[in-house]
């Protein structure tokens, strides 16, 4: 299947590892055209050399914290002066949490706010105008099935996810009219090293590795029986990303494995 995705430019956040590399190379894949933004300059530019040799589109990398407004700034120029604007953006910029809320300070909170949430408003004012006036465009946003569903130990995550998708909804509604569809992802089990740097910490000290911990995450969450690998999800991203997929506007799509233990 054709997703018409061919000389499209999209932006994506955190695009240097795990879903948002998957996502990175599932558009380069389809012929779009990349700025990829993350914090690690070096690992994002091998990376961006990579994908720019793999599948012969053009490339940028632009090393920023988008939880900061001056690294937004700093990426929608980057996509200005190289592409003249911006046809996706993929929000999937974030990191998981350890904390009991009695506990956890505020700054604490309010990092995770900037980064899962106000990252996504200010890259939303900064890039949403330019899709608009190339015909349109298309924001997802990667939250999680623990926006709906959290687990115990991470409820700075889960509160910032859930307002993720809350805002994804929002922005659906306040830009549709002018071509631009907004959708929120919510995976489950992933395979990236965020989900193993939370296992060795939940399992330093103890008997249990931090493999065995994440065998019997899934074997008690997930019918499936497994994490997925990120490519798994990249592949309903790139599809969502698609003209393809052109009725889907401020939805909510969960892709846990059978994890989520209710119907909406």
């Not at 690992?43 to 939880?67: H, K």
């Not at 407004?69 to 993929?90: K, N, Q, R, S, Y």
């Given at each position: 299947m054709d997703l018409q995705l061919r000389d499209k430019v999209a932006v994506v956040t955190g695009g240097s590892v795990g879903i948002g590399l998957a996502v990175a190379r599932g558009l380069a894949a389809e012929g779009a055209h990349?700025?990829?933004?993350?914090?690690?300059?070096?690992?994002?530019?091998?990376?961006?050399?990579?994908?720019?040799?793999?599948?012969?589109?053009?490339?940028?990398?632009?090393?920023?914290?988008?939880?900061?407004?001056?690294?937004?700034?700093?990426?929608?120029?980057?996509?200005?002066?190289?592409?003249?604007?911006?046809?996706?953006?993929?929000?999937?910029?974030?990191?998981?949490?350890e904390e009991t809320i009695l506990e956890a300070p505020d700054d604490r909170w309010q990092a995770y706010w900037e980064l899962h949430v106000m990252a996504a408003v200010r890259l939303a004012r900064a890039l949403a105008p330019g899709m608009k006036a190339r015909g349109g465009g298309v924001i997802l946003h990667n939250a999680s099935i623990c926006a709906t569903q959290p687990l115990g130990y991470e409820p700075i995550y889960n509160v910032t996810k859930a307002a993720l998708v809350m805002f994804s909804k929002c922005l659906a509604n306040e830009l549709i009219g002018d071509g631009i569809r907004v959708n929120a992802v919510n995976p489950g089990l992933v395979m990236t090293p965020d989900w193993q740097k939370t296992a060795k910490l939940l399992t330093?000290?103890?008997?249990?590795?931090?493999?065995?911990?994440?065998?019997?995450v899934a074997d008690d969450n997930a019918p499936i029986g497994r994490f997925a690998a990120p490519k798994e999800i990249a592949d309903l991203f790139v599809f969502l990303c698609s003209p393809r997929a052109s009725y889907t506007v401020g939805s909510t799509y969960y892709i846990d494995g059978g994890w989520l233990r209710t119907t909406t």
């Open positions: 990349l700025a990829l933004c993350a914090r690690d300059e070096q690992r994002l530019r091998s990376v961006v050399e990579a994908i720019a040799t793999d599948f012969g589109v053009r490339a940028i990398a632009v090393p920023a914290d988008v939880a900061r407004p001056d690294g937004v700034a700093a990426l929608a120029t980057a996509v200005a002066e190289e592409f003249g604007g911006a046809d996706i953006l993929v929000n999937n910029a974030g990191t998981g949490s330093a000290g103890t008997d249990t590795t931090w493999e065995a911990y994440l065998q019997k």
